[in-house]
């Protein structure tokens, strides 16, 4: 017991065996959950009744085994042996067992006897055992194993008040068992494995007796229609698109109601709060840059509720399983694709996902070709291109340009990630190809409880993040906007910047183009962010921008869709425009540069639009990739090269495109 | 590095011509068969035998994926699926 006279009891258990859900039955939402100190590995911690006492409860990361080749391993084994810095060794641990798939789920079993701390075997799934009409005669077990067993259900608390008792003696008992094995010695370096798969193989034999393995024939039968060779595919194909479909509608509402919100929340405090600076930090950087990254939250969380959906019913591995051969001739794990594929919504979703993936050179690779996914907050910046230099005009008479480089972009970034991921995986992230040896657990109906739990989990780890990192940038990028002051700003009308901006285009239709003030232009042309664009000014000339472009380009370092808010500053035509409104349009095509050429061609366009295709413009994603990889060299690197890579993707898209002719 | 068998296994290997030695990529899908030897090293071939892919376990290939790897092999009473290399270095004896 620890200083505090709380217990600390561990809960261990392979993957897909229901620990997740016995935990949180346990627990209830008395959860906290955060990440070991320099590792992603989550912490995952509750508190428990214990009759009174209470005990905290240590979700110990899914596991097979205990010898320290994986990252959660590590942390597992540290945990329970006290090395852990900030968790007490645990008190007890509660082996959490699949009745159904017995014998490997004891195999941990057989390592967690090494510890010397009281096991308790949680045996889980125990009803779909039973509905298979095999027989387990748990006493026998206990017994051959020589610690208690105790058959628990989380939905119908069968066995809670059991396992509390159980837990309660053998805290106070300490009592460990002596684990002894016969080791043969012709086993070799892996002796002890074949001794514990022995002693397994006779526990279960003389206290099991098998049906034939009717869940198993379930199972099969779907598998038959959802791994089938063509027909498993095709499922795959319409699974996802019917996933992003939905993330893409069914957040549409919610996303502008948000946005809706901050807007109302920024007017509110415009006019209720004394004018000057303050109330512009508040809302033109704090309310602005939060609120604009804070609208993202339905998408992350439907997105995560399909994932959590998919991964519980068991057809996330089924995925991976069709999939492993494509990715690995590229080298990345058959896990990665969904990662990917959540990118084209959102990369911050996308490389959150990447937790599935336990190699950390196959998960770094993954993370750090996830940008180049065409994500939403792209498309703002294609439309706008789009509708003003290709609009109407087509191929062949009827296919539509514009269909057309859409398509373009979104193919190039796959293209690049393909490309990247495999010079990354023979060089910097040189690994063999990631062993594939997977369970492919039995589908199962989701637990809402766990699929909901998990959601809220991923929702608020965003918000927090929301809370602190975008917090920071946004009143920087505000300030570089905002300062210096000049002289006509500070008595003009109503100062606004660029970090405000509408997410899907739908912003509401407000203040008519020509109204606003030219001061808006003027401060901006002197802001420290002019100046920057003046700075650049020679460096992005040879893609074909001039300073303007130049400093919407900057500000949309912070978020891609920035740019077209920026864009308007720039051009005076209102702060709420959208990527389709007409005077944006026509700004931009009568836009001229000091020289009085026309400051923008089909081809600068073309430009603009294959760099941010390639360029790591969003601080959000540089926020998360910092976190995941928790390091700064891997994120700093993703930016550099990216940004090389949209550089001279982008100088060869304007020179090339001019020597062939085009303007 | 080779992994000889537990006895039992050994003895049951030599009892009869009948039997036929393979890799479990070879193996027919559907067909039940025995594991003789894990040959291989590595964390690799340590995590094939921690899943329980042991001398002396029975297996059955229940399928290859769409392009002919990886396959999925049912032991232990559950799924395991692994590429053709993790395939290639388990014997087998049907």
Known sequence: MNSE??????????????????????????????????????????????????????????LYSLDATSMDEQIARDVLTGEQPDVSRPDAIIAVVDATNLERNLYLVTQLFEFKIPVVVALTMIDAFEKQKHEIDIDRLAKLLGVPVVAVNAKTS???????????EAVASKNTIPFELNEDTNGGEHATIFARYNFISNAVQESVTHNDHREHRISDKIDRVLTHKFFGLLILVVILLFVFQAIFSWASLPMDLLEGGFGVLGDFARTHLPEGILADLLVDGIIAGVGGVLVFLPQIMLLFLFISILEDTGYLARAAFLL????????????????????????????????????????????????????????????????????????FGFISLGAVLMLAMYSLG?????????????????????????????????????????????????????????????????????????????????????VNQSIDGTATEGDSAVELPLPES????????????????PIISPLGFDWKIGVALIASFAAREVLVSTLS???????????????????????????????????????????????????????IVRRETNSWSWTLFMVGYMTVLAYVASLITFQGGRMLGFE | ??????????????????????????????????????????????????????????VMVIKAAPFGDPIEIRLRGYSLAMRKNEADTIEVQF
């Not at chain 1, 608020?460 to 809370?467: C, E, I, N």
């Not at chain 1, 720039?570 to 009568?590: F, K, Q």
Request: overall charge positive; aromatic content about 6%.
């Open chain 1, 158 to 168: 069968r066995g809670k008040d059991e396992l509390v008792e159980r837990v309660r």
């Open chain 1, 5 to 62: 006279n709380q217990l600390t009891i561990a809960l261990a258990g392979n993957p897909n065996a229901g620990k997740t859900t016995l935990f949180n039955s346990l627990t209830g939402l008395k959860q906290k959950v955060a990440n070991y100190p320099g590792v992603t590995v989550e912490r995952k911690e509750g508190g428990w009744q214990l009759n009174g006492s209470r005990a905290k409860l240590i979700d110990l990361p899914g």
């Open chain 1, 414 to 498: 796959i293209i690049v990630a393909v490309a990247v991921a495999f010079v990354l995986k023979r060089t910097l992230l040189k690994a063999p190809p990631p062993p594939f040896i997977m369970e492919l657990p039995p589908y199962r109906l989701p637990n809402i409880r766990t699929v909901v739990q998990n959601m809220l989990t991923r929702a608020w780890l965003f918000v927090k993040r929301a809370g602190t990192v975008i917090l920071t940038i946004s009143i920087i990028l505000w300030a570089l906007m905002y300062f210096p002051r000049s002289a006509e700003t500070l008595t003009g009308a109503e100062p606004k910047t660029a």
């Open chain 1, 569 to 623: 500053i720039i051009y005076n035509v209102g702060r709420d425009e959208t990527e389709e409104s007409p005077s944006l349009i026509s700004a931009i095509r009568d836009a001229k540069r000091e020289d009085g050429r026309p400051a923008w061609t089909p081809l600068t366009a073309l430009s603009l639009m294959v760099f941010f295709v390639l360029a790591m413009q969003c601080m959000s994603t540089v926020a």
């Open chain 1, 324 to 395: 492993d051969k494509l990715m690995s001739r590229v080298g990345l794990h058959g896990k990665a694709f969904l990662p990917l594929m959540s990118s084209f919504a959102c990369a911050i979703p996308g490389i959150m996902a990447t937790r599935t993936i336990e190699s950390r050179r196959d998960r770094f690779a993954t993370i750090l070709i996830a940008p180049f996914m065409s994500c939403s907050a792209r498309l703002p910046v294609y439309t706008l291109m789009i509708a003003t230099f290709f609009a109407g005009q087509t191929i």
């Open chain 2, 1 to 58: 590095m080779h992994i000889p068998a537990a006895n039992a296994e050994k003895n049951m290997i030599n009892r009869t011509d009948d039997n036929k030695q393979t890799t479990l990529t070879e193996l027919p899908v559907g067909q039940v068969a025995r594991v003789t030897s894990v040959t291989g090293f590595g964390p690799v071939t340590r995590r094939l035998m921690e899943m329980g892919v042991v001398p002396g376990v029975s």
């Open chain 1, 522 to 537: 003027e401060q901006l042309k002197n802001s420290f962010a002019g100046k920057l664009g003046h700075a650049i000014e």
